[in-house]
């Protein structure tokens, strides 16, 4: 069974930082692609940051040069340093994981997000 959970969260000024960790169950991290996503007040759930089994990293534009995805295969745990915080990036952010259950088909994991909130 796959499991992850999010910890990290807090409230923080603008221009702040946080890292946040996400600490997985029931599949490696160095052998699958891990993002971390967030959803604000009233808007949909976005991807922001993924590594892949490789290390590559990607970030969405909103994100790329202020966050940093990164992973510590010995405990298993996926982290998102994020730097120069502003007030857009409040939201709660998720840990998603998923497995291939067909050729065209998968299934997503998520955990139960944890809370940041960046006051101006």
């Known amino acids: 069974q796959v499991q992850l959970e999010e910890a990290g969260g807090d409230l923080v000024r603008a221009g702040g930082s946080l890292e946040l960790s996400c600490k997985v169950a029931?599949?490696?991290?160095?052998?699958?692609?891990i993002n971390w996503c967030r959803q604000a007040p009233g808007k949909a759930r976005e991807c922001i940051a993924t590594?892949?089994?490789?290390?590559?990293?990607n970030y969405t534009d909103s994100v790329k040069g202020r966050f940093d995805i990164s992973r510590a295969d010995a405990i298993n745990t996926v982290f998102l340093r994020m730097d120069n915080l502003k007030t857009e990036d409040t939201a709660v952010y998720y840990c998603?994981?998923?497995?291939?259950?067909?050729?065209?088909?998968?299934?997503?994991?998520w955990g139960p997000g944890t809370q940041v909130t960046v006051s101006s």
């Open positions: 998603n994981a998923f497995i291939f259950t067909g050729w065209t088909t998968r299934r997503d994991f």
């Open positions: 029931g599949i490696s991290v160095a052998r699958n692609s």
């Open positions: 590594i892949s089994r490789d290390l590559t990293t």
